[in-house]
């Protein structure tokens, strides 16, 4: 591997985007589209065999200065280990499976060619995130993927609801990248680098990385702010970021409102990639979050995110909502990992998520797309009879979800999590991570019987989607099911990840799965389902989602709205101060010029003498008229006053 073939990776798909961005033809874009993430998944997959010939602790670093002035020298870069390779490969894999089924999704869109453009402008931002080795270009590219999302999540802008959420993603998001940018601030002030690994020679030459950012003087720095540790304040400010994106409470609302977009759009950003940059950022600068004593904080928010977004799902209709708060759950169990036992952990879980979720997101675009676009799972039932493929695949999906044991990927990687977490003996992110999975099985079951078990509630007769899309969901089922144990005897270990199985552990896993199962069954097999029937959890609260958006309107927004109506009364004040201000100086400025100037100096002093002078010299001049009994006449009364006068002296 050289920089030159690293960069095609992110390149390809951007290259990509400008070619479709002025295309109006949906299918040539759909195909320029999928070419281009093929040729990026089989580099991805070659840099990946790169990368398995490594020892567990190495890399290769390819660096080039991209800004310099005076003595700031400001790097870019990428990195090629085993995380950021198996990251790129199932990005761009799971991403090539999403771009095939959008052709038959998206296929009656007439905007399809500016959807394929967005799709591959977002896979080159997540994949430039990936494969950064500094943090400012991760940062650009976290940026990217954030105004790709918004695109797509809004791209039926004509929907209220799609415009609204877009909006509401791309606000909330902020919130956490603001954070993140400030922590990028903080590490290049006091580290003196934002390189994650830097490399002994200059230029793009291969070699061995030897030193993270926190061993280039972050972790050593004695300043404190505001009495914490400058470490531990780099490593808060980035974890925002990762809740942001991630959508961990308490920024967690915008990700199910993303729903209102496209089926594949929910698959691509709920799944493998934007959602679980927030999770690769933890695990990327795992030193630092060591460092800064944090990873604590990152399992309990975690773990409390797991369960309440697990709760909120219990109450919700919508089939792609149930599945969002469900990757909101998982991604909490992902932090937990990384709280409790490091990379090899929280990664194991995000790479087999991304292909089950990936799934299940997928199988509920291919339900919508056979229900004529409903998405009610109280509209829904009988599936199963008019709808095989999409209902196994499905539910294979629902299977590795659960974590069932033994027999899918989920399992092996929740396992791991429980796992680590009992040994580190934090027993209450223990319990709490395995409750969340208890009532992830309860919901998959729920939804599964209201889709596919009696007959069709909905208007029209459902239908299968074709193979374009139905074939992805076949691939997809294969990994769901298959890979837990290939991943965990592989690629958990070159994480340097330690297998740990204790039995009360398994046991507590097999109960949580197959407990929850059996609790779904007996709540809702027995009942009449959709219609009129009333959900034996249809309680006010989950209904609600815990009434969060009600409570920022109510809280947050109102403070915010009171924030800006006092700003503008202060705007209006310093208006009108400024106003009288100018007034006053008008005023004056006027009575200087027009008293002062004309009326004093001008009439009295410098200008009315000369004027004065000036028409006493024309009145002596009009006497010398040059006619000598005029003359005379002047003399001769002269010398009669000069006589009176001496006269009158004497």
Not at 107 to 120: T, W
Not at 235 to 246: M, Q, Y
Not at 257 to 266: K, N
Not at 513 to 518: D, E, K, Q, S, Y
């Amino acid at each position: 591997m050289n920089v030159y073939t690293m960069a095609l990776i992110p390149l390809l798909p951007l290259l990509a985007a400008l070619v479709t961005c002025a295309m109006k033809n949906g299918r040539h874009a759909s195909r320029i589209a999928i070419l281009a993430m093929l040729v990026s998944c089989q580099i991805a997959i070659f840099a990946l065999g790169e990368a398995w010939k490594m020892p567990p602790d190495s890399l290769q670093v390819f660096n080039f200065t991209w800004l310099s002035a005076g003595e700031v020298t400001i790097n870019f870069g990428f990195l090629l280990d085993h995380l950021s390779a198996a990251m790129a490969a199932m990005v761009t894999f799971v991403g090539l499976l999403i771009f095939t089924f959008s052709i038959g999704y998206m296929e009656k869109d007439p905007r399809m060619a500016r959807f394929f453009c967005y799709l591959s402008l977002f896979a080159s931002g997540m994949l430039g995130l990936i494969l950064a080795n500094n943090l400012l270009l991760m940062f650009m590219c976290w940026e990217i993927v954030g105004v790709a999302s918004y695109l797509l999540i809004s791209f039926w802008y004509h929907k209220p609801e799609a415009a609204a959420a877009g909006k509401k993603a791309f606000i909330v998001t902020r919130i956490g990248d603001l954070g993140f940018l400030l922590g990028i601030l903080l590490a290049y002030k006091y580290g003196g680098t934002l390189d994650l690994y830097m490399a002994p020679t200059k230029g793009m030459e291969v070699t061995a990385g030897t030193g993270l950012l926190e061993v280039n003087g972050l972790s050593a720095v004695t300043a404190t702010i505001g009495g914490i540790k400058v470490v531990t304040v780099v490593s808060l400010l980035l974890f925002c970021g990762a809740i942001g994106k991630s959508g961990q409470l308490p920024l967690h609302v915008w990700l199910p409102d993303a729903m209102e977009g496209p089926t594949p759009v929910s698959a691509l950003i709920h799944a493998a990639t934007m959602v679980a940059a927030g999770v690769f950022l933890v695990a990327r600068a795992m030193p630092i979050f060591e460092a800064g004593e944090v990873l604590p904080l990152v399992a309990w928010v975690g773990a409390i995110t797991a369960l309440v977004a697990a709760f909120i799902a219990l109450g919700q209709y919508d089939i792609k909502r149930i599945l969002a708060y469900s990757t909101v759950s998982q991604l909490g169990l992902m932090m937990v990992g990384l709280g409790v036992g490091g990379v090899a952990v929280g990664m194991f879980h995000l790479l087999t998520h991304a292909f089950f979720k990936a799934l299940l997101f997928l199988g509920a675009g291919s339900i919508i797309h056979g229900c004529h676009e409903e998405q009610d799972i109280r509209k829904m039932g009988g599936l199963w009879k008019s709808m095989r493929t999409t209902s196994i695949t499905y539910l294979c999906g629902t299977a590795a979800l659960i974590a069932l044991p033994y027999v899918t990927a989920g399992f092996y990687s929740k396992d791991q999590i429980l796992a680590a977490a009992y040994q580190k003996g934090m027993m209450p992110v223990f319990w709490i991570a395995a409750a969340a999975s208890l009532l992830t099985a309860v919901y998959m079951t729920r939804q599964c019987l209201y889709v596919f078990r009696g007959d069709y509630r909905g208007e029209g007769t459902p239908h299968e989607s074709p193979g374009v899309m139905t074939m992805p969901l076949c691939i997809l089922a294969v990994f769901a099911l298959g890979m837990g144990a290939v991943f965990e005897g592989t690629l958990f270990q070159k994480f340097e990840g330690k297998i740990l199985h204790p039995q009360f552990v398994i046991m507590v896993s097999i109960a949580v799965a197959v407990g929850g199962v059996v609790i779904g069954w007996l709540v809702y097999a027995g009942r009449r389902l959709g219609g009129v029937a009333k959900d034996p959890l249809a309680v006010a609260p989950l209904e609600n989602k815990l009434w969060f958006d009600e409570l920022y309107e109510n809280t947050v927004l109102r403070l915010w709205n009171l924030t800006a109506l006092v700003w503008e009364q202060i705007n209006e004040l310093l208006l009108f101060a400024r106003d009288m201000f100018v007034a006053v100086a008008r005023a004056l400025s006027s009575a200087f010029a027009i008293g002062g100037d004309r009326r004093l100096i001008d009439a009295f002093a410098f200008d009315g003498l000369c004027d004065r002078l000036r028409e006493s010299g024309r009145h002596v001049n009009d006497r010398q008229d040059g006619f000598l009994s005029g003359y005379l006449r002047l003399i001769a009364l002269g010398a009669v006053l000069l006589g009176v006068l001496i006269f009158w002296i004497r």
